[in-house]
């Protein structure tokens, strides 16, 4: 059993060294290894699963000083907690920084854009996202999808900003981005926007690159309207 790193035993911040001794006590090596051989690597990593993390968030309830302690800590759970506290109408550029910083891998990604990024209403911040690496893309599709599923007051301006962007982010053709996409475009179908979605599900069919393709087809299968 792996305990804290030795900076953070010898830190006189108490209530973060608790919330980390909660979470390691949920430590996994085999899922930890795991995660390491499909890509999860580059920050200490604990292994311990959503649920549990979600079930010690809760026992701390929203604690934005908390959360701007962990957040910037190079352990995954950390990070995962720490979008778990935040409480978004407190968010400065400070936050949105450290958020971003966040996003090292597929993991984190998916995580920090269900529990905090969907709730930042920021076009800056997305546009930030689209023009950096395929994580921080990926992390903005999931947002977007996650703001929508949930009816967030500012996802008909998210979605509206989607699909302006989107043959730019498939024109980027990482393959990273195929799922994401499926699932948002789906998500927000639903979804009063400025701009019909189909007509922009449309131009997917004469896409030049194996994104474009591939999501064009996905969504061809699921759903006859988008032909």
Known sequence: MFGLPTDIQHSNDAELKQILHDAIMFQNGIV??????SGVRGLMNYGVSIPDLQ???RQYGTNHSLARRLCPLHIREAKILASLLFDE???DNSDYESIFASILNVDLAE???RNIICKINSIDFYNQLINSDKWHIVAAIHAIGWAAARQYSHSVNLTNWFIKNMEKIINQNYTETIRPLISTICSIDNVQAD???ERYISQLANSSNEVGQKVYNQLKMQNGDYQ
Do not use: F, G, P
């Open 32 to 37: 930890a290894s795991l995660m390491a051989k």
């Open 55 to 57: 079930r010690i968030a």
């Open 89 to 91: 109408n407190q968010l």
């Open 111 to 113: 995580n920090l854009a």
């Open 195 to 197: 701009n019909t979605i």
